[in-house]
């Protein structure tokens, strides 16, 4: 059974930097793009940015284009966020996800069929 597991969030002040963690078990991490996405309070959930499965490529959402990265490494099946330049419209919480199709790059998130549990993200002015 495939599992994602979050880890990384808190409570920062605006302009600070967190990296969030997702730690995936069950099936071969390295065969799938994987993704992050949000949601806030009283919001749908949406797109941040997501990754290929070999790195080659990724998508981001413009409102976070130029403040945070997206990596993973396969070698210990881990996704990363590296968050910078934080602001109050970035309070949410953090969701990994990953499709069922392997070798299969997407960033909508009706493609994602697994997803871990969030990780709270506060930021306050």
């Known amino acids: 059974q495939v599992q994602l597991v979050e880890s990384g969030g808190g409570l920062v002040q605006t302009g600070d930097s967190l990296r969030l963690s997702c730690a995936a078990s069950?099936?071969?991490?390295?065969?799938?793009?994987m993704g992050w996405f949000r949601q806030a309070p009283g919001k749908e959930r949406e797109f941040v940015a997501a990754?290929?499965?070999?790195?080659?490529?990724?998508g981001y959402a413009d409102s976070v284009k130029g403040r945070f990265t997206i990596s993973r490494d396969n070698a210990k099946n881990t996704l990363y966020l590296q968050m910078n330049s934080l602001n109050s419209e970035d309070t949410a919480v953090y969701y990994c996800?990953?499709?069922?199709?392997?070798?299969?790059?997407?960033?909508?998130?009706?493609?994602?069929?697994?997803w871990g549990q969030g990780t709270q993200v506060t930021v306050s002015s």
């Open positions: 996800a990953a499709p069922q199709k392997e070798f299969f790059f997407t960033i909508q998130s009706y493609d994602y069929t697994v």
């Open positions: 069950g099936r071969t991490f390295s065969r799938y793009t």
């Open positions: 990754i290929s499965w070999a790195a080659g490529g990724a």
